[in-house]
């Protein structure tokens, strides 16, 4: 198998990074470089030096937290310079066993392929898939499928969970790599559709089986994101429009069924700065 590197996407959780760490180290081809973006910028190195794999990891620090993209981007620079044909992104509280590498590596066959994801399960309830692959509608929408196309071949989706996946890192250099814009979500959406783009696909191999839990997903963020990739991809407004209503809907009931009140006013705070174009960091995350 050809050598890879990996990136750890760490933010405040030394005991999740050295659980991803202890688990990269115990995979059938190991990784030729490791890089832990630290998020937080106060991670202490000595635990990641002292790790099985420390004499070849690199730590990155990025106290204003710059977001996934980011991260990533960095990765992928260094990956390329050592000439390092795959990368491999996690995040740090990303589970997996030791055949990770191996399944994903061999959707590679496959020329066309560009970026490959495993089978998530919710790491709380272990029997349930959270995402065997995104749908992205005509409109901008984009939601987990949880049921999978295929038991054992990999099969083409519109866009990956970007908790664990591995890319050709030549493709993602020809599409300039990821959009640093989008903050928190997005990012593997805007990916995946500019891959396709490009003429290379994106897909799930279930016969790899990894867990994560998913966090909060902030309502602002969550729209003014999807408003973004809607101008990106210049979607209509008569297209996106709609389905912004159907998310922000579905939201709202959930909220209420949940005794919660809805976050009209963050979702549409989050639809006019996506309509203004404004990107990146928020000076704070609303819900």
């Known amino acids: ?29 190991p990784p030729g470089h490791v890089i832990v973006v630290d998020n937080a910028g106060d991670l202490d190195e000595g635990i990641v030096a002292d790790a099985e794999l420390g004499d070849r990891c690199t730590v990155v620090r990025r106290p204003d937290n710059p977001g996934y993209s980011a991260a990533v981007n960095e990765a992928r620079a260094i990956a390329s310079r050592l000439g390092l044909p795959r990368l491999l992104v996690l995040t740090h509280d990303a589970l997996f066993d030791e055949h990770l590498v191996a399944d994903l590596a061999g959707a590679f066959a496959d020329p066309r392929v560009a970026a490959a994801a495993p089978l998530l399960r919710l790491a709380s309830d272990p029997a349930r898939v959270f995402s065997a692959g995104g749908r992205l509608t005509a409109g901008g929408r984009a939601w987990n499928s949880t049921v999978p196309a295929s038991a054992t071949q990999p099969y083409p989706v519109d866009w990956v969970d970007g908790a664990i996946v591995m890319y050709d890192t030549v493709a993602l250099d020809a599409i300039g790599g990821m959009d640093e814009r989008y903050f928190l979500y997005f990012e593997d959406v805007d990916t995946a559709w500019r891959l396709a783009r490009a003429g290379r696909s994106t897909v799930i191999v279930p016969t790899a089986v990894a867990y994560q839990q998913p966090g909060t997903h902030p309502l602002y963020l969550g729209i003014r994101n999807m408003t973004l990739f809607a101008r990106v991809a210049g979607i209509p407004r008569w297209r996106s429009a709609p389905a912004v209503m159907r998310r922000v809907a579905e939201e709202a009931t959930w909220a209420v069924l949940h005794g919660r009140r809805p976050a009209l006013g963050a979702a549409w705070r989050g639809w006019r700065d996506g309509r203004r174009g404004l990107s990146g960091h928020p000076p704070e995350v609303t819900t």
Request: aromatic residues 6%; hydrophobic residues 45%.
């Open 1 to 29: 198998m050809e050598q890879y590197a990996t990136v750890v996407i760490s933010y405040r959780r030394p005991d999740l990074l050295m659980t991803v760490l202890d688990a990269l180290a115990r995979q059938s081809s």
